[in-house]
């Protein structure tokens, strides 16, 4: 372990995890490492959990609030649901026991804009960062941090925390080293300047975050992958959306409004936003770019075969194998790939001027083109809104896709109206399901509802999605949205198929809730 931690002094805090877990105070507020299953501490949380465990069985109450990146994995936001040991959770979590607790009213949940949580921390708003727990590949002589496989809030988190907790994790590559991109210039306002990144390849920072040595209680060493989740081969669905994305890209090359190499790509997470980048693979376009928050394993492979000249990213999120892989040739990705602070790789200033294209994932899109990418029903927390938000509003070309319908078929994903909106009709430029494409863009309202019911709705839901548009413009008071106000869930309960495959989605969202 001594090549890893090159600062002598800082060695002699080496420690296992329990000993770590058992500095961690009741009632704090810790930062941690970790977006979307990458880069999160892994053995520090499951001996806090193991703690709080005992501590519960003894009649007591220890609950923590937990910061993030993003999501993480079993080993932290699982563990630590499990024994119901967080208080409140931000900014985004995707676990099924979290959102078990969330749904059920048992812990807060606070879903952030990802671009925004550095500046609510350092504006105050979140109340004081107590400990951060961060993993990295090593450090350096003279106490900087090597960041591993994500950056998300890790330079907030040890800029503010009191105290400091290191996981190293021998797993991760130390060739890592020098793909992060740490910047540093940012300020409060109105102090704030431009953020000087004209192209996704821009270095502006520093390869390391930097760290009191003295705020530093505990290194723990660790030697575990990542939680990379596989990814199934695109299904028929995922195949037709993508086929329309880029059916479109290239219709927009050929009249002149988008450039042939594209405009740099973001590419939520998910299957379909994988398989989107796999058919780029043989598509007409290359020298492509990306300008994201994940790299999933399709933009892995357009960067390994040559098709994607550069990608910028906060966090890799690859399936076991690429994971491997990457690991294993991190130094040949050194000059196509730069990992920032989630404040930068999701900033709305760069988004805007890069001109970035974004692709995201939606639960359900109403017939204006409002989508809805957090709630089941309205009420229930499905993973929060991430970095979606941050890039919708402030990209060139704003993206939602989506399979047609849910659930074996039971539920439209286009309805009446949304019964939660994350994304207003003023953000959502493009709707694709397999069935279609809606280019909303240039629309007014009741022109929207018709591409997006003619051209993206399931066949089986067309007939009544017409019905309700035909019948609420006769009935509506106003007639520049037309609703039926009274009606406009009843989607949900009267219109969704039959009853019995109704009924097998509802159980299933109670497991699911
Ligand atoms: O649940 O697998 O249990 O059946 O929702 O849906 O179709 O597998 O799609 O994995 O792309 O997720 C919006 C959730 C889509 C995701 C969302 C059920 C469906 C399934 C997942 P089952 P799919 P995806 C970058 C950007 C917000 C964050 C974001 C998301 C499950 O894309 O979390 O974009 N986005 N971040 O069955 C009931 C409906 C439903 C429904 C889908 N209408 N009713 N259930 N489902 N539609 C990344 C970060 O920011 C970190």
């Not at 219709?251 to 994988?274: D, I, T, Y």
């Not at 020298?287 to 999933?296: G, I, K, P, R």
Request: charged fraction near 20%; charge should be negative; include cysteine.
């Amino acid at each position: 372990g001594q090549n890893r931690i090159r600062n002598a002094q800082l060695r002699s805090k080496i420690m296992t995890a329990d000993q770590a877990a058992a500095l961690i105070p009741k009632g704090c507020n810790v930062g941690m490492s970790g977006f979307t299953g990458a880069g999160y501490p892994k053995a520090v949380p499951i001996a806090l959990a193991e703690r709080m465990n005992a501590i519960h069985a003894a009649g007591e109450d220890f609950k923590i609030s937990v910061w993030t990146g993003a999501s993480t994995a079993p080993e932290l936001d699982g563990v630590l649901a499990k024994v119901d040991g967080m208080e409140l959770r931000l900014p985004y979590q995707s676990d099924p026991t979290c959102r078990k607790r969330i749904n059920a009213g048992e812990m807060d949940y606070l879903d952030i804009h990802l671009s925004h949580v550095g500046q609510f921390v350092w504006g105050g708003y979140l109340g004081k960062l107590d400990v951060a727990i961060i993993e990295v590949v090593g450090i350096r002589e003279d106490g900087s941090l090597i960041s591993s496989s994500s950056v998300g809030n890790n330079k907030t988190w040890l800029d503010c925390a009191d105290k400091v907790i290191i996981e190293v994790n021998h797993w991760q590559n130390e060739a890592l080293e020098g793909v992060h991109d740490v910047y540093y210039g940012t300020q409060l306002p109105p102090k704030r300047k431009p953020i000087p990144i004209l192209s996704a390849s821009d270095r502006i920072g520093e390869t390391g975050l930097r760290c009191d040595p003295n705020k530093i209680i505990a290194i723990v060493e660790t030697d575990a992958p990542d939680r990379n989740s596989p990814f199934s081969p695109p299904d028929e669905n995922s195949r037709l959306i993508a086929g329309h994305i880029i059916e479109f890209f290239g219709h927009e090359v050929k009249r002149g409004r988008l450039p042939k190499e594209l405009l740099p790509l973001q590419s939520g997470v998910g299957n379909v936003a994988n398989a989107v980048m796999e058919q780029l693979q043989n598509a007409p376009f290359d020298n492509l770019t990306a300008y994201t928050e994940v790299l999933q394993d399709g933009m892995f492979n357009l960067l390994r075969s040559g098709k994607m000249a550069f990608a910028s990213a906060t966090a890799l999120s690859l399936s076991p194998e690429a994971a491997e892989e990457f690991n294993r040739d991190v130094a040949k990705y050194r000059d196509k790939l730069v990992l920032r602070p989630q404040e930068i790789s999701n900033h709305p200033e760069v988004i805007r001027r890069l001109g970035v294209i974004a692709m995201n994932g939606l639960i359900e899109a109403d017939i204006y083109g409002n989508v809805n990418s957090t709630h089941i029903r309205g009420t229930s927390i499905m993973n929060g809104i991430g970095g979606s938000g941050d890039f919708a509003r402030n990209s060139w070309l704003s993206i939602f896709m989506t399979p047609s319908s849910a659930k074996n078929g039971a539920i439209s994903c286009i309805v009446p109206m949304a019964t939660h909106v994350d994304h207003t009709e003023h953000d959502v430029q493009v709707i694709v399901t397999e069935q279609g494409l809606a280019d909303l863009r240039g629309l007014s309202p009741k022109k929207r509802a018709r591409v997006i019911i003619e051209n993206c709705a399931h066949p089986y839901f067309k007939p009544a999605l017409n019905e309700y548009f035909e019948r609420a413009q006769k009935y509506s008071h106003g007639q520049h949205t037309p609703h039926i106000l009274d009606e406009g869930f009843t989607f949900l309960s009267e219109w969704q198929a039959d009853m019995t495959a109704r009924d097998a989605w509802k159980a299933d969202s109670m497991v699911q809730a």
